[in-house]
């Protein structure tokens, strides 16, 4: 909950939910958040303290604490979806102008205001700016020439920037993916992520990794122990693990990435997950895994070591130096099971150029010394982050924002780029981008921070961010979406069914691309996006945005257009080089008809993918394209 703004933490409040009696009152929060660990809970009313005395705090129907025993060794879970219920005896309710304070391991400090007689009867939100829209007389195309050329590469793609994660967090894993109970996939979403045709998928985790022993989760499930998730502060029962998503990886097609637990793990266990997976079976690990049903080892390739423990609400956070010296033993030990396994170190985001810079100098040290030991550094990033959330919005200047975040994050990639030279020179080392997401706040009706309704709009983010992978294509190793089912969803499910959010379909769009990133110049108008949270301003952003590949024998050519602005449409000329006798043979268009069309469970194909027809080439090398506002498209050339 790290960044959480004040507007966000009073929902919070339940409404309605005060109580006064002869003794004081009481009223209940609800924590659609992240679980956080509570060890000081301070209270003003009408801006005077109540003594931690006369405070108490129930989770449900749990034990009372009172708030006067509270301490670091002496915490209160502060669970998700769990009425919460404060008392407060002695005091009056009085103008009900609250002041709430709590000191968190993971967050810090989280303070928030109330008044609570005004919020039992009206809403304090603000309404939202109504979006300005431009006459029907300015809303003529605008004018825009790319020019595409096959003969200048500028590098191969790697198939693994088309990857996802989940992870046990809500519903992604039960009730997502597999059956609440984890004993079988769900065929709706399984039919969703085929679809996608995913390149790889980590797991199990994300903060959830740093208290996760794998060994808990294989053999035969009524005897796998059901443990405390302290990562999330909830019941794991372990139907699901790693047999189970190894088999989840083989029926999509996936490659799997497995993170291993270095928070509160060994290198010990990490190297009987790796030989479990690895060996044949005639060794020990080898032999328990045929004795679970699987004979023929896996092969697992990809391989995690810790999760951003960077930060203070990780299991086992530490320093870059201490995770460097903590990196060798996991990698030595690991290694020595199977030499060919590829290493992804915790690495962090640089988001400036500045020497201070807490990613930057986290990256240097990982980099010095323990540059020589893995084969890619990771960094993950969510746009705008908490710190950029707001009551509401300006959608003319958001969407500017939002659509030209990605050119933000190139920067970011160019930056550990040129850290990985500088700081482990000649060492091959790749960016992996293993987790990556928009989170702008969620609306009123969100079951969690993380239940987001993706719009037109977003997808057009998520396009640009593919868009620079492939400029990006000689430092990127992989990308991860997070997440994939009900977590910043690509595919969101219910009790009865599953559908696509708009996130899904530019995943789906590009898997159509093909190995060799190839040349392209755009000429046309740009414009200019705002700062908001963790996204820097853009200057001279492109409206018009294009990436090509082809494949190595240059029988196809596959390109991905943008078109950032919300209300004109693109008279886009193309002009080609080298692509010999190569025709447009087929589209596909993002579409839908309304700008803001956000798919739901009510309305699950507001937003699709439709195939449209081609222009045919009717002078040498050069059509035209008519694409509508807001869009994504992929033209096919064979």
């Known amino acids: 909950m790290a960044g959480v703004p004040e507007f966000m933490l009073r929902k919070l409040f339940v409404k309605d939910s005060v109580k006064t009696d002869e003794n ?34 129930q989770a449900g129907d749990g034990e009372v604490m009172r708030i006067a025993d509270l301490s670091e060794d002496k915490p209160f879970s502060l669970p998700v979806k769990v009425l919460i219920t404060l008392t407060v005896s002695g005091h009056a309710l009085g103008e009900g102008d609250l002041g709430i304070s709590l000191d968190t391991v993971e967050a810090g400090v989280l303070a928030f205001g109330l008044q609570v007689k005004e919020l039992k009867t009206a809403s304090t939100a603000a309404a939202a700016p109504r ?67 995913p390149t790889v998928i980590r797991y199990p985790g994300g903060n959830f990794a740093s208290g996760y022993h794998w060994e808990d989760g294989i053999g035969p499930k009524d005897l796998r122990p059901v443990r405390m998730d302290k990562a999330w502060q909830s019941e794991e029962s372990n139907q699901v693990g790693t047999d189970e998503f190894l088999a989840y990886c083989k029926e999509v097609g996936a490659q799997p990435f497995l993170v291993v637990n270095d928070g509160s793990g060994t290198p010990e266990e990490a190297a009987r997950w790796v030989a479990y997976c690895n060996e044949d079976a005639s060794t020990e690990q080898g032999a328990r895994r045929a004795a679970n049903g699987h004979p023929e080892p896996y092969g697992v390739h990809w391989w995690g070591v810790g999760n951003e423990v960077w930060g203070q609400w990780q299991i086992g956070t530490t320093d870059a130096a201490s995770y460097a010296k903590r990196l060798r033993a996991f990698v030595e030990a690991m290694r020595a099971v199977d030499p060919s396994i590829r290493i992804v170190a915790v690495g962090d985001k640089v988001m400036s150029g500045a020497v201070a810079d807490p990613g930057a100098q986290w990256n240097e040290t990982v980099l010095r010394e323990a540059g020589d030991c893995f084969d890619d550094l990771s960094f993950h990033l969510y746009q705008p982050d908490r710190e950029g959330w707001q009551d509401t919005y300006d959608p003319d200047e958001l969407h500017k924002t939002v ?17 990985i030279e500088t700081f482990a020179p000649g060492k091959e080392i790749g960016v992996a981008f293993d987790e990556w997401n928009l989170w702008l706040a969620p609306d009123e009706d969100a079951e969690s921070m993380h239940d987001i ?52 379909f530019p995943m789906q769009m590009y898997r159509q691309m093909e190995e060799m990133v190839i040349e392209t110049k755009v000429k046309g108008p740009v414009f200019t996006s705002q700062r908001l949270g963790n996204i820097d301003e853009v200057v001279d952003a492109p409206y018009v945005d294009v990436t090509a590949t082809r494949d190595t024998a240059r029988k196809r050519v596959v390109i991905g257009v943008i078109n950032r602005h ?54 040498k090398d050069h059509f035209r394209l008519d694409l509508p506002p807001c869009s994504v498209s992929i033209l096919e050339l064979k």
């Open 24 to 57: 004081g009152f009481s009223f209940a929060l609800n924590n659609t958040f992240a679980p956080a660990t509570v060890t000081r809970f301070a209270l003003t009313v009408d801006g005077e303290e109540v003594p931690q005395e006369d405070l108490s705090i």
């Open 131 to 197: 979006k300005w829209k431009l006459p029907k007389f300015l809303r003529r195309p605008f004018k825009a020439t790319v020019h595409v050329d096959a003969d200048k590469v500028i590098g191969q793609v790697q198939p693994e920037v088309y990857g996802h994660f989940i992870e046990h967090l809500e519903r992604c894993i039960y009730g997502g993916i597999w059956t609440e109970d984890g004993s079988a996939l769900r065929p709706d979403t399984l039919r969703l992520v085929q679809a996608l045709k």
């Open 403 to 419: 659509t030209a975040a990605p050119l933000d994050v190139e920067r970011i990639i160019q930056r550990i780029g040129r850290q």
């Open 453 to 504: 309704a993706y719009s037109r709009r977003d997808a057009l983010y998520a396009a640009g961010m593919l868009h620079v992978f492939h400029r990006q294509c000689k430092l990127v190793t992989m990308a991860n979406l997070a997440q994939m089912v009900n977590v910043l969803p690509l595919i969101k499910t219910n009790e009865k069914t599953a559908f696509a959010t708009a996130m899904y």
């Open 566 to 619: 919300p209300e004109k449409r693109v008279d886009l000329a193309v002009r080609l080089n080298g692509t010999g006798d190569l025709k447009p043979r087929r589209g596909w268009l993002l579409s839908s008809k309304e700008l803001d069309a956000v798919n739901s469970f009510a309305e699950p194909d507001m937003l699709k993918v439709k195939e449209v027809e081609l222009p045919k080439i009717r002078t």
